[in-house]
């Protein structure tokens, strides 16, 4: 059989890239929106379509693609011809390579360092997500097969390379593994895992089915970013009430509250940004196919992470500002008090 293997490397680079200065920068042709091969409404389309760099990677070919809201993805794509075994075996060897992501992160600086003012706020350090895709053409299995017909002679070895285990699977992680399927005609077949997916479909039907695997895990990576940076301002918010909620601290609580908020507000508006950036929207396939995508890679656990560290911070931020409130409220009786004592005893005092 004939197919590809693709190694994607998503990188969180910025809080946004300004795709026309990138544009500018780099000389790269203006983006195309998504192509979908089967029936989708005219509306399911990147707000803003990604930049698309094609690179040459000697036996590898490659391109890199650029994300309005921070991300970078380099992907690795190589032609095989092999028989089953040796399609498990690199795919294990491929998902357990270490040196993609240093070999991503090499081609990549270079050109985000000629585009810098495209970048905006750069990360000194970049959050990085790698994924597998392994796409073989159904012409050129023989005999050729069904989408049922495959799995039921090649799913262990389907579940073997999903998964990157040149051992045995169980019967019960067969089953967990070739339970995210998804077939639209008898002849295509898409089973979604942590690590890789597998595509068997034509080259002109597989292409939809593998942008929305990767867009759905530059979701997981800027979930993932913000996950991290809740994390770091609730800890700084938990310091800051450790030292005490009393009366000449109240005061400080207003400053705190406030950084609290902004960065609450922007990381809920950037959040929603990115769920908005392509819309899905009822049991059309693409719908079906990227909501069982973004189950199997995390994005759902880390959405249901963010959400409740943003509920978390919405509570604080409340208790902070009441007791922000409580302390002025005290201090501006306390200063009625004290003017009425004064009146009175300018009142009843005579020299």
Known sequence: MRGSVRQLVLFDVADEIQLDELQKALGIAPPEQLVFTRP??????????????????????????????????VEFHQPFSAEWPELVEMSASRISDTTVAQRAQELL????????RALVNPYKEWLDEDYLIITVQPETVQPEQTAAELLASHGREIAQAVRGDVRPLSDAECQEVLGASLSYYPNDLVIVGWFAAFVYDTPEGAEPVLQLLEYANAQLLEFRHYDELLTQVLRGVYKSLARGTGFWR????????????????????????????????????????????????GVTDYRRLVDHKLETAGQLYRFMVDRFDQGRGFFLELVVIVILLLELLFLFWKP
Request: hydrophobic share 40%; charged share 30%.
């Open 109 to 116: 600086r270079p050109r985000l360092a000629r585009g810098g």
């Open 40 to 73: 989708a409404p005219d509306y399911v389309r990147f707000e803003r379509p990604p930049l698309v760099e094609t690179l040459g990677e000697g036996a590898w070919q490659g391109r890199i693609k650029y994300f309005d809201y921070g991300v970078a993805s």
């Open 250 to 297: 109240r005061w400080n609580l207003a400053g705190d509250a406030d950084r609290l908020n902004r960065a609450r507000l922007e990381i809920t508006e950037i959040a929603e940004r990115i769920e908005t950036s392509i819309k899905f929207l009822s049991d059309m396939f693409y719908a079906r196919m990227y909501r069982m995508a973004a189950a199997r890679v």
